[in-house]
Protein backbone atom coordinates (compact mmCIF):
# COMPACT_ATOMS: atom_id res chain seq x y z
CA UNK A 1 0.00 0.00 0.00
CA UNK A 2 1.42 3.28 -1.07
CA UNK A 3 0.63 5.51 2.16
CA UNK A 4 2.07 8.60 1.55
CA UNK A 5 3.01 10.76 4.52
CA UNK A 6 0.11 9.01 6.86
CA UNK A 7 0.04 6.16 9.07
CA UNK A 8 -3.67 6.66 10.28
CA UNK A 9 -6.47 8.51 10.22
CA UNK A 10 -8.81 9.88 12.39
CA UNK A 11 -12.94 11.05 11.82
CA UNK A 12 -14.66 14.02 12.31
CA UNK A 13 -16.80 13.93 15.42
CA UNK A 14 -20.46 14.23 14.49
CA UNK A 15 -20.49 17.57 17.66
CA UNK A 16 -17.88 18.41 20.06
CA UNK A 17 -20.81 19.14 22.82
CA UNK A 18 -20.21 15.72 24.86
CA UNK A 19 -24.26 16.01 25.55
CA UNK A 20 -24.89 15.67 22.12
CA UNK A 21 -22.29 13.19 21.42
CA UNK A 22 -23.85 11.15 24.97
CA UNK A 23 -27.00 11.43 22.75
CA UNK A 24 -26.01 10.05 19.67
CA UNK A 25 -24.35 7.18 20.95
CA UNK A 26 -27.46 6.07 23.27
CA UNK A 27 -28.96 6.48 19.87
CA UNK A 28 -27.32 4.27 17.65
CA UNK A 29 -26.43 1.92 20.69
CA UNK A 30 -29.81 1.49 20.88
CA UNK A 31 -30.48 0.61 17.10
CA UNK A 32 -27.70 -1.69 16.99
CA UNK A 33 -28.30 -3.86 20.16
CA UNK A 34 -32.20 -3.80 18.79
CA UNK A 35 -30.95 -5.00 15.41
CA UNK A 36 -28.31 -7.56 16.40
CA UNK A 37 -31.53 -9.04 18.80
CA UNK A 38 -33.99 -8.72 15.63
CA UNK A 39 -31.72 -10.54 13.09
CA UNK A 40 -30.07 -12.88 15.71
CA UNK A 41 -33.85 -14.33 16.52
CA UNK A 42 -34.83 -14.38 13.05
CA UNK A 43 -32.07 -16.32 12.35
CA UNK A 44 -32.18 -18.99 15.24
CA UNK A 45 -36.42 -19.28 14.46
CA UNK A 46 -35.52 -20.03 10.70
CA UNK A 47 -32.87 -23.01 11.00
CA UNK A 48 -34.92 -24.20 14.36
CA UNK A 49 -38.14 -24.12 13.46
CA UNK A 50 -38.76 -27.25 10.86
CA UNK A 51 -41.82 -25.95 9.34
CA UNK A 52 -39.15 -22.71 7.93
CA UNK A 53 -37.37 -25.34 6.47
CA UNK A 54 -37.78 -24.22 2.80
CA UNK A 55 -35.70 -22.28 0.19
CA UNK A 56 -36.99 -18.72 1.03
CA UNK A 57 -36.21 -19.03 4.80
CA UNK A 58 -32.85 -20.37 3.72
CA UNK A 59 -32.26 -16.76 1.83
CA UNK A 60 -33.56 -15.03 4.73
CA UNK A 61 -31.60 -16.88 7.67
CA UNK A 62 -28.65 -15.94 5.26
CA UNK A 63 -30.37 -12.58 5.04
CA UNK A 64 -29.73 -12.16 9.17
CA UNK A 65 -26.74 -13.29 9.27
CA UNK A 66 -25.53 -10.87 6.00
CA UNK A 67 -26.81 -7.86 8.50
CA UNK A 68 -25.64 -9.10 11.74
CA UNK A 69 -22.11 -9.16 9.75
CA UNK A 70 -22.63 -5.94 8.20
CA UNK A 71 -23.70 -3.67 11.10
CA UNK A 72 -20.68 -5.09 13.38
CA UNK A 73 -18.84 -3.81 10.76
CA UNK A 74 -19.65 -0.59 11.05
CA UNK A 75 -21.36 0.02 14.59
CA UNK A 76 -18.74 -0.92 17.17
CA UNK A 77 -16.18 1.06 16.35
CA UNK A 78 -18.12 4.24 15.58
CA UNK A 79 -19.74 3.58 19.13
CA UNK A 80 -16.57 3.05 20.75
CA UNK A 81 -15.07 6.48 18.99
CA UNK A 82 -18.49 8.33 20.42
CA UNK A 83 -17.26 7.56 23.63
CA UNK A 84 -13.41 8.20 23.58
CA UNK A 85 -12.22 11.25 25.08
CA UNK A 86 -9.32 11.50 22.83
CA UNK A 87 -9.45 12.22 19.05
CA UNK A 88 -11.11 9.23 17.24
CA UNK A 89 -8.60 7.74 15.00
CA UNK A 90 -8.18 4.83 12.72
CA UNK A 91 -4.68 3.38 11.09
CA UNK A 92 -4.51 2.67 7.59
CA UNK A 93 -4.37 -0.86 7.64
CA UNK A 94 -7.67 -0.85 9.90
CA UNK A 95 -9.03 1.60 7.52
CA UNK A 96 -8.57 -0.64 4.70
CA UNK A 97 -10.04 -3.64 6.69
CA UNK A 98 -13.05 -1.96 7.87
CA UNK A 99 -13.83 -0.71 3.96
CA UNK A 100 -12.69 -4.30 2.51
CA UNK A 101 -15.57 -5.77 4.97
CA UNK A 102 -18.12 -3.20 4.55
CA UNK A 103 -18.23 -3.41 0.83
CA UNK A 104 -17.43 -7.01 1.00
CA UNK A 105 -20.68 -7.77 3.03
CA UNK A 106 -23.02 -5.25 1.49
CA UNK A 107 -22.57 -5.91 -1.90
CA UNK A 108 -23.19 -9.85 -1.22
CA UNK A 109 -26.21 -8.09 0.52
CA UNK A 110 -27.58 -6.77 -2.89
CA UNK A 111 -26.82 -10.11 -4.50
CA UNK A 112 -28.56 -12.12 -1.86
CA UNK A 113 -31.52 -9.33 -2.59
CA UNK A 114 -31.58 -9.95 -6.17
CA UNK A 115 -31.58 -14.01 -5.55
CA UNK A 116 -34.62 -13.47 -3.28
CA UNK A 117 -36.72 -12.00 -5.96
CA UNK A 118 -35.44 -14.91 -7.98
CA UNK A 119 -36.70 -17.28 -5.56
CA UNK A 120 -40.30 -15.75 -5.31
CA UNK A 121 -40.44 -15.12 -9.69
CA UNK A 122 -40.19 -18.93 -9.59
CA UNK A 123 -42.79 -19.69 -6.51
CA UNK A 124 -45.57 -18.33 -8.05
CA UNK A 125 -44.65 -17.95 -12.04
CA UNK A 126 -43.92 -21.87 -11.66
CA UNK A 127 -45.22 -23.40 -8.77
CA UNK A 128 -45.33 -27.06 -9.42
CA UNK A 129 -41.73 -26.81 -10.41
CA UNK A 130 -40.35 -24.79 -7.32
CA UNK A 131 -39.30 -27.32 -5.27
CA UNK A 132 -37.07 -29.13 -8.40
CA UNK A 133 -35.67 -25.70 -9.39
CA UNK A 134 -34.69 -24.43 -5.83
CA UNK A 135 -33.50 -27.41 -4.75
CA UNK A 136 -31.03 -27.47 -1.50
CA UNK A 137 -27.68 -27.80 -4.20
CA UNK A 138 -28.98 -24.95 -6.14
CA UNK A 139 -29.73 -22.29 -3.20
CA UNK A 140 -26.69 -23.03 -1.28
CA UNK A 141 -24.67 -22.19 -4.61
CA UNK A 142 -26.55 -19.00 -5.07
CA UNK A 143 -25.59 -18.10 -1.64
CA UNK A 144 -22.25 -18.78 -2.20
CA UNK A 145 -22.15 -17.09 -5.62
CA UNK A 146 -23.12 -13.97 -3.53
CA UNK A 147 -20.96 -13.99 -0.81
CA UNK A 148 -18.17 -14.89 -3.70
CA UNK A 149 -19.34 -12.05 -6.11
CA UNK A 150 -19.43 -9.48 -3.08
CA UNK A 151 -16.13 -10.81 -1.33
CA UNK A 152 -14.07 -10.80 -4.98
CA UNK A 153 -15.02 -6.97 -6.03
CA UNK A 154 -14.52 -5.94 -2.29
CA UNK A 155 -10.79 -7.09 -2.67
CA UNK A 156 -10.11 -5.48 -5.90
CA UNK A 157 -11.78 -2.34 -5.31
CA UNK A 158 -9.98 -1.72 -1.73
CA UNK A 159 -6.27 -2.99 -3.08
CA UNK A 160 -6.73 -0.20 -5.81
CA UNK A 161 -8.34 2.67 -3.36
CA UNK A 162 -5.50 1.95 -0.71
CA UNK A 163 -2.59 1.88 -3.23
CA UNK A 164 -3.46 5.59 -3.32
CA UNK A 165 -0.98 8.10 -1.61
CA UNK A 166 -2.52 9.26 1.40
CA UNK A 167 -0.08 12.88 2.30
CA UNK A 168 -2.90 15.71 3.08
CA UNK A 169 -5.41 16.41 5.37
CA UNK A 170 -6.12 12.72 7.43
CA UNK A 171 -9.26 13.78 8.94
CA UNK A 172 -12.08 11.47 7.30
CA UNK A 173 -15.61 13.81 6.97
CA UNK A 174 -17.43 10.61 8.13
CA UNK A 175 -17.78 8.00 11.28
CA UNK A 176 -16.42 4.98 9.17
CA UNK A 177 -14.52 4.15 5.92
CA UNK A 178 -16.39 4.96 3.29
CA UNK A 179 -15.18 5.02 0.09
CA UNK A 180 -15.93 8.42 -1.20
CA UNK A 181 -14.80 10.23 2.15
CA UNK A 182 -11.51 8.33 1.55
CA UNK A 183 -11.34 9.52 -2.05
CA UNK A 184 -11.24 12.96 -0.95
CA UNK A 185 -8.32 12.63 1.41
CA UNK A 186 -5.76 11.38 -1.77
CA UNK A 187 -2.79 13.27 -3.14
CA UNK A 188 -3.28 12.26 -6.08
CA UNK A 189 -5.48 11.69 -9.61
CA UNK A 190 -8.70 9.71 -8.49
CA UNK A 191 -10.77 9.26 -11.97
CA UNK A 192 -9.34 5.60 -12.32
CA UNK A 193 -10.38 5.07 -8.58
CA UNK A 194 -14.01 6.85 -9.04
CA UNK A 195 -14.91 4.62 -12.21
CA UNK A 196 -13.51 1.73 -10.36
CA UNK A 197 -15.83 2.41 -7.74
CA UNK A 198 -18.98 3.18 -10.27
CA UNK A 199 -18.48 0.05 -12.41
CA UNK A 200 -18.45 -1.65 -8.80
CA UNK A 201 -21.45 0.05 -8.08
CA UNK A 202 -23.22 -0.57 -11.41
CA UNK A 203 -22.47 -4.75 -10.87
CA UNK A 204 -23.88 -4.30 -7.29
CA UNK A 205 -26.62 -1.98 -7.49
CA UNK A 206 -28.22 -1.89 -10.76
CA UNK A 207 -27.83 -5.36 -12.49
CA UNK A 208 -28.99 -6.66 -9.37
CA UNK A 209 -32.04 -3.99 -9.29
CA UNK A 210 -33.18 -4.23 -13.19
CA UNK A 211 -32.60 -8.44 -12.12
CA UNK A 212 -35.04 -7.45 -9.11
CA UNK A 213 -37.21 -5.67 -11.46
CA UNK A 214 -37.58 -8.17 -14.04
CA UNK A 215 -38.06 -11.00 -11.91
CA UNK A 216 -40.96 -8.87 -10.09
CA UNK A 217 -42.94 -7.71 -13.83
CA UNK A 218 -43.37 -11.49 -14.30
CA UNK A 219 -44.17 -11.80 -10.47
CA UNK A 220 -47.37 -8.82 -11.34
CA UNK A 221 -48.38 -10.61 -14.57
CA UNK A 222 -48.56 -13.70 -12.71
CA UNK A 223 -50.57 -12.66 -9.84
CA UNK A 224 -53.13 -10.56 -12.05
CA UNK A 225 -53.70 -13.58 -13.76
CA UNK A 226 -54.91 -15.63 -10.53
CA UNK A 227 -58.92 -15.10 -10.56
CA UNK A 228 -59.28 -14.96 -6.60
CA UNK A 229 -59.00 -12.09 -4.64
CA UNK A 230 -57.71 -14.54 -1.71
CA UNK A 231 -55.01 -16.02 -3.98
CA UNK A 232 -53.62 -12.29 -5.21
CA UNK A 233 -53.44 -11.37 -2.25
CA UNK A 234 -51.64 -14.36 -0.87
CA UNK A 235 -49.12 -14.28 -3.48
CA UNK A 236 -48.58 -10.33 -2.97
CA UNK A 237 -47.99 -11.26 0.72
CA UNK A 238 -44.82 -13.65 0.07
CA UNK A 239 -43.04 -10.41 -1.87
CA UNK A 240 -44.05 -7.02 -0.11
CA UNK A 241 -41.52 -7.28 2.86
CA UNK A 242 -38.94 -8.48 0.30
CA UNK A 243 -40.08 -5.34 -1.79
CA UNK A 244 -39.67 -2.74 1.08
CA UNK A 245 -36.45 -3.71 2.05
CA UNK A 246 -35.22 -3.92 -1.69
CA UNK A 247 -36.33 -0.17 -1.86
CA UNK A 248 -34.81 0.70 1.67
CA UNK A 249 -31.50 -1.10 0.64
CA UNK A 250 -31.13 0.34 -3.31
CA UNK A 251 -32.01 3.47 -2.94
CA UNK A 252 -29.81 4.57 -0.23
CA UNK A 253 -26.98 3.23 -1.41
CA UNK A 254 -27.91 4.45 -4.65
CA UNK A 255 -28.10 8.02 -3.54
CA UNK A 256 -24.22 7.85 -2.37
CA UNK A 257 -22.44 5.45 -4.78
CA UNK A 258 -24.61 5.98 -7.93
CA UNK A 259 -24.35 9.77 -8.01
CA UNK A 260 -21.40 12.20 -9.57
CA UNK A 261 -18.36 12.64 -6.83
CA UNK A 262 -18.55 16.36 -7.72
CA UNK A 263 -22.02 16.16 -6.10
CA UNK A 264 -21.22 14.06 -3.37
CA UNK A 265 -21.48 16.28 0.29
CA UNK A 266 -20.28 14.69 3.27
CA UNK A 267 -22.88 16.37 5.32
CA UNK A 268 -25.72 14.18 3.23
CA UNK A 269 -23.02 11.10 2.83
CA UNK A 270 -23.18 10.67 6.86
CA UNK A 271 -26.59 11.20 6.95
CA UNK A 272 -27.67 8.29 4.77
CA UNK A 273 -24.71 5.99 5.94
CA UNK A 274 -26.60 6.15 9.59
CA UNK A 275 -29.54 5.20 7.93
CA UNK A 276 -28.21 2.27 5.97
CA UNK A 277 -25.37 1.46 8.88
CA UNK A 278 -27.92 1.60 11.46
CA UNK A 279 -31.55 1.81 10.84
CA UNK A 280 -32.26 -0.69 7.81
CA UNK A 281 -30.42 -3.67 9.50
CA UNK A 282 -33.25 -3.00 12.31
CA UNK A 283 -36.04 -2.63 9.99
CA UNK A 284 -34.99 -5.87 7.61
CA UNK A 285 -36.57 -8.12 10.58
CA UNK A 286 -38.93 -6.08 11.76
CA UNK A 287 -40.58 -5.55 8.12
CA UNK A 288 -40.27 -9.50 7.82
CA UNK A 289 -41.59 -10.39 11.00
CA UNK A 290 -44.75 -8.11 10.66
CA UNK A 291 -45.46 -8.99 7.29
CA UNK A 292 -45.20 -12.32 7.18
CA UNK A 293 -47.39 -15.11 8.99
CA UNK A 294 -45.55 -17.81 8.66
CA UNK A 295 -42.29 -16.05 10.53
CA UNK A 296 -44.87 -14.69 13.13
CA UNK A 297 -46.19 -18.15 13.89
CA UNK A 298 -42.64 -19.44 14.41
CA UNK A 299 -42.26 -17.06 16.78
CA UNK A 300 -45.64 -17.64 18.72
CA UNK A 301 -44.50 -20.95 18.65
CA UNK A 302 -40.98 -20.28 19.87
CA UNK A 303 -41.98 -18.31 22.37
CA UNK A 304 -44.89 -20.39 24.14
CA UNK A 305 -42.40 -22.84 24.07
CA UNK A 306 -39.77 -21.27 25.95
CA UNK A 307 -43.08 -20.04 28.45
CA UNK A 308 -43.52 -23.96 28.90
CA UNK A 309 -40.35 -24.97 29.37
CA UNK A 310 -39.89 -22.24 32.25
CA UNK A 311 -43.26 -23.85 34.37
CA UNK A 312 -41.50 -27.12 34.12
Given at each position: ????????????????????????????????????????????????????Q?????????LAA??????????????????????????????????????????????????????????????L??????????????????????????????I????????G?????????????????????????Q???????????T?????????????????????????????????????????????????????????????????V??????????????????????????????????V?????
Amino acid sequence: MAYGNQTEFHFHPFSTLPEIQLTIFLFFLSLYILSLCGNAAVLLIVYADHILQNPMYFFLGNLAALEICYSSTIAPLALAHLRSRTKATISLSGCGTQMFFFVFLGGADCVLLAVMAYDRYVAICHPLRYTVIMSKAVCTCLVAASWLLGFLLSLQLTILIFHLPFCGSNEINHFFCDIPAILRLACSDTHIHQAALFIVSVIILTVPFLLICISYAFIVVAILKIRSAEGQQRAFSTCSSHLMVVLLQYGCCTFIYLRPSSSYSPEEGRVVSVFYTFVTPLLNPLIYSMRNKELKDALSRAFRRRVLSQKK
